[in-house]
């Protein structure tokens, strides 16, 4: 592992997700409204709706705006339809990247993201094309705390199903199969664990450094212009990325 952990990084993205909140809760709000039309508004029986909730409650998004958002897409009125699409293509030197998407018009969607990847030296793949690099996963992070002890924590973990536990000094990051997602949180919860950061995601099988500072820029710069769509939800990528020359 270079430089900064995996932790480190995953905060670090947060943090900079921080500055547009605003957008994140818009992006919140339609993953709740795809998970509520796809298996109903109630979460303890729909676990994509809890995965979706636990995403937005771990971005602070506020209770009403959760239940608002509910509420709306369970409702009669709300023509928004959106569907779940994934692009995939290459960065710079052969990143792999996947663009998970939420779009009610895939004809203003595909342009942008294809546009992202021409203007920054990457190119744009046809389905599959780099899925297969990536594993899908539940993922939590928990903030360690002075009154926490890691390996406590690391048993809690284990005893609860998780498949992988990684520690450093400042968090703990623990990775399950999607379908034990929902059992190993209620598990950790009950034991009065808290989460900054739960998702299911795609997490890369191996990862790639960028040695080259233009391809560094290029790549941070793509990522930044797929991240302000409105339509993309999540982009998920195999870049090592150590923010050794982050602004």
Same mark, same amino acid.
């Given at each position: 592992?270079?430089?900064? +952990? ?12 921080? !500055? ?8 919140? !709000?339609?993953? $709740?409204? /795809?998970? %509520?039309?796809?298996? *109903?508004?109630?979460? &303890? ?7 979706? #909730?636990? +995403?937005?409650? !771990?971005?602070?998004? @506020? ?9 709306? !897409?369970?409702?009669? *009125? ?16 052969? $990143?792999?990247?996947? %663009? ?10 595909? @342009? ?29 992070? $928990? ?6 002890? +890691?390996? %406590? ?12 536990? =990684?520690?450093?000094?400042?968090? /703990?990051? $623990? %990775?399950? &199969? ?19 950061? +739960?998702? #299911?995601?795609?997490?890369? =099988?191996?990862?790639? /450094?960028? &040695?080259? @500072? ?10 930044? =212009? ?6 993309? =939800? ?11 020359? &982050?602004?």
């Amino acid at each position: 592992m270079s430089g900064h +952990s995996k932790w480190h990084n995953i905060k670090n993205k947060k943090g900079k997700a921080d !500055a547009k909140r605003g957008k994140i809760f818009t992006k919140m !709000a339609r993953k $709740i409204a /795809v998970a %509520v039309k796809e298996g *109903g508004a109630d979460p &303890e029986y729909n676990p994509s709706l809890k995965a979706a #909730i636990d +995403s937005a409650k !771990a971005e602070n998004m @506020p209770n009403d705006n959760i239940e608002r958002a509910i509420k709306k !897409a369970a409702g009669d *009125g709300d023509n928004d339809h959106f569907e779940s699409v994934t692009y995939e293509g290459y960065g710079p030197s052969g $990143i792999a990247v996947m %663009v998970l998407c939420l779009t009610d018009n895939r004809n203003r969607t595909a @342009p942008d993201v294809r546009h992202a990847f021409d203007k920054h030296g990457g190119n744009l793949g046809t389905d599959g094309s780099v899925a297969f690099m990536f594993d899908k996963k539940g993922q939590f992070g $928990i903030e360690l705390t002075d009154d926490m002890d +890691s390996e %406590v924590l690391e048993m809690d973990a284990i005893d609860a199903g998780a498949e992988d536990i =990684q520690v450093d000094e400042d968090g /703990v990051l $623990i %990775v399950t &199969e999607p379908e034990d997602y929902g059992d190993v949180r209620k598990a950790l919860e009950e034991k009065g664990y808290s989460f900054a950061i +739960s998702e #299911i995601t795609y997490i890369p =099988q191996t990862t790639t /450094v960028l &040695e080259d @500072p233009e391809d560094r820029k290029k790549m941070r710069k793509l990522i930044d =212009q797929l991240e302000e769509n409105d339509d993309v =939800q999540e982009v998920i990528h195999n870049w090592e990325n150590d923010d050794e020359d &982050e602004e």
